[in-house]
């Protein structure tokens, strides 16, 4: 059995690298847009504040994750080996159309497929099932407002200023976004992979002592070997980048100067490190791609491909849905013949 764990453990850490890869876009795109990184540079840069994340901030969103999604005893390890695999096949499928889907709702949707199949309704969480779904709509929403608010302080800041000038201040500051956005992206994305391994080994009685720092399987103070391998994976992915995607943030849905990049990554950030230390495992994807909207809508509604936004948005409405069919579907038939 604990060989078949630690198998399993390696392939939470394969999905990780997965949600780097296709979530690489949401650190970089804007920076690779604005031409103030080139994309190897940027995605290094990335790279390195995803792996930051590990350091210094508690693991709620684990916790949420780990305890609050789904009931404890209808967790097994066949059924997360379901819910990773589904997840992983929905993200590589997206990943390859080049589109930036929210890699934590194919998470969440796989976990609660699978669930569905082995207790029913029962065995979710439904409150905090709902909350998470709330923000399926509420992340876009937030990243559009904050990103298009702080654009237009920023434009009536600088309204006295030459281009060039506006220009070269801000192709310094757009490193900062990006360094605050990398760093919201790998606490918040990173730990839902913790929050599954936390689960996976909370479910084998003899391995509960390996899930926390003290050994203690009711604290929630998560082991350090499991922060240190999420983010690690996490960045990496990050580090090899989903170009396909990044070119669809970065330059299919509108134009963006250092500036732009600017207001849009720290609208996003900020909004994720916000709702990181309540726990809500937001989507990085929606609450980066809103901000990029916002900020194009702040110069002309005429200015944004609304039609990008729609192949994106139709992308987000079935991942839920097609996520948890596939892992419902993976469980039924591992927990029947395996």
Same mark, same amino acid.
């Given at each position: 059995?604990?060989?078949?764990?630690?198998?399993?453990?390696?392939?939470?850490?394969?999905?990780?690298?997965?949600?780097?890869?296709?979530?690489?876009?949401?650190?970089?795109?804007?920076?690779?847009?604005?031409?103030?990184?080139?994309?190897?540079?940027?995605?290094?840069?990335?790279?390195?504040?995803?792996?930051?994340?590990?350091?210094?901030?508690?693991?709620?969103?684990?916790?949420?994750?780990?305890?609050?999604?789904?009931?404890?005893?209808?967790?097994?390890?066949?059924?997360?080996? +379901?819910?990773?695999?589904?997840?992983?096949?929905?993200?590589?499928?997206?990943?390859?159309?080049?589109?930036?889907?929210?890699?934590?709702?194919?998470?969440?949707? *796989?976990?609660?497929?699978?669930?569905?199949?082995?207790?029913?309704?029962?065995?979710?969480?439904?409150?905090?099932?709902?909350?998470? *779904?709330?923000?399926?709509?509420?992340?876009?929403?937030?990243?559009?407002?904050?990103?298009?608010?702080?654009?237009?302080?920023? /434009?009536?800041?600088?309204?006295?200023?030459?281009?060039?000038?506006?220009?070269?201040?801000?192709?310094?500051?757009?490193?900062?976004?990006?360094?605050?956005?990398?760093? &919201?992206?790998?606490?918040?994305?990173?730990?839902?992979?913790?929050?599954?391994?936390? +689960?996976?080994?909370?479910?084998?009685?003899?391995?509960?002592?390996?899930?926390?720092?003290?050994?203690?399987?009711?604290?929630?103070? /998560?082991?350090?070997?499991?922060?240190?391998?999420?983010?690690?994976?996490?960045?990496?992915?990050?580090?090899?980048?989903?170009?396909?995607?990044?070119?669809?943030?970065?330059?299919?849905?509108?134009?963006?100067?250092?500036?732009?990049?600017?207001?849009?990554?720290?609208?996003?950030?900020?909004?994720?490190?916000?709702?990181?230390?309540?726990?809500?495992?937001? &989507?990085?994807?929606?609450?980066?791609?809103?901000?990029?909207?916002?900020?194009?809508?702040?110069?002309? /509604?005429?200015?944004?491909?609304?039609?990008?936004?729609?192949?994106?948005?139709?992308?987000?409405?079935?991942?839920?849905?097609?996520?948890?069919?596939?892992?419902?579907?993976?469980?039924?038939?591992?927990?029947?013949?395996?």
């Amino acid at each position: 059995m604990v060989a078949f764990v630690l198998l399993i453990v390696a392939v939470a850490l394969i999905f990780d690298f997965c949600n780097g890869l296709n979530d690489a876009a949401n650190s970089v795109a804007t920076i690779v847009s604005t031409r103030v990184l080139s994309p190897r540079k940027a995605v290094l840069w990335a790279a390195f504040f995803n792996f930051v994340a590990a350091f210094g901030f508690e693991t709620h969103v684990a916790t949420t994750i780990g305890k609050g999604l789904v009931q404890p005893e209808v967790i097994s390890p066949y059924l997360i080996l +379901a819910v990773l695999l589904a997840a992983i096949t929905w993200t590589i499928v997206c990943t390859w159309q080049g589109l930036p889907i929210s890699v934590s709702h194919a998470l969440i949707g *796989a976990l609660a497929g699978a669930a569905l199949v082995e207790g029913g309704a029962a065995a979710l969480h439904w409150s905090r099932i709902a909350t998470v *779904a709330a923000f399926i709509v509420l992340s876009p929403l937030i990243g559009l407002l904050l990103g298009g608010s702080l654009m237009t302080a920023t /434009l009536w800041l600088c309204r006295h200023a030459g281009p060039r000038a506006v220009d070269r201040v801000f192709r310094v500051l757009q490193l900062l976004s990006a360094a605050i956005y990398s760093l &919201s992206h790998g606490l918040n994305d990173a730990q839902k992979t913790m929050g599954i391994i936390y +689960a996976l080994l909370l479910s084998v009685p003899a391995l509960q002592g390996w899930a926390t720092h003290d050994g203690n399987p009711h604290s929630q103070r /998560l082991a350090w070997w499991i922060i240190l391998s999420c983010h690690g994976a996490i960045a990496l992915g990050t580090y090899l980048g989903g170009w396909r995607v990044i070119h669809t943030l970065g330059n299919r849905v509108t134009r963006l100067r250092p500036v732009d990049g600017f207001c849009a990554e720290t609208g996003g950030g900020v909004t994720i490190l916000a709702l990181s230390q309540f726990g809500i495992p937001v &989507s990085t994807t929606h609450t980066i791609t809103g901000a990029i909207f916002g900020v194009g809508s702040v110069y002309s /509604l005429a200015r944004v491909r609304w039609s990008v936004g729609s192949e994106i948005a139709t992308a987000w409405v079935f991942t839920l849905p097609a996520a948890g069919a596939l892992a419902a579907g993976l469980y039924y038939v591992i927990s029947r013949f395996v």
